[in-house]
């Protein structure tokens, strides 16, 4: 298994520089923007505005840039985007054959 580290939550490309990212810093493959939601630690899906930090201020566009002062990059093991929603495919696979389409 991997050992965590800070990754492009688009492209999985590590990001080797030491801090956080800037708000125009971009991933070197992918040119995603790196200081967004999506590659914060704060980020829930599961929590109020998908944020866990109470005081941070509610960002719309959670895979765009932004000046939140609360951003902590999050240290992962990176996961294809492909291999994350197993059950959610699973269940959308079911629907549509439910439905017949």
Do not use: I, T
């Amino acid at each position: 298994m991997s050992k965590p580290a800070r990754h492009c939550h688009h492209c999985g490309h590590e990001y080797s520089l030491p801090g956080n990212p800037g708000r125009s810093e971009s991933c070197e493959r992918c040119s995603s923007d790196l200081k967004v939601c999506l590659n914060c630690n704060h980020h829930d899906v599961k929590a109020a505005e998908q944020c866990r930090e109470r005081r941070a201020d509610l960002v719309q566009e959670k895979h765009a840039a932004n000046f939140c002062e609360y951003f902590e990059f999050v240290r992962r093991v990176w996961v294809p985007p492909s291999q994350q929603n197993h059950r959610e495919q699973g269940a959308r696979d079911a629907l549509r054959k439910l439905l017949g389409d």
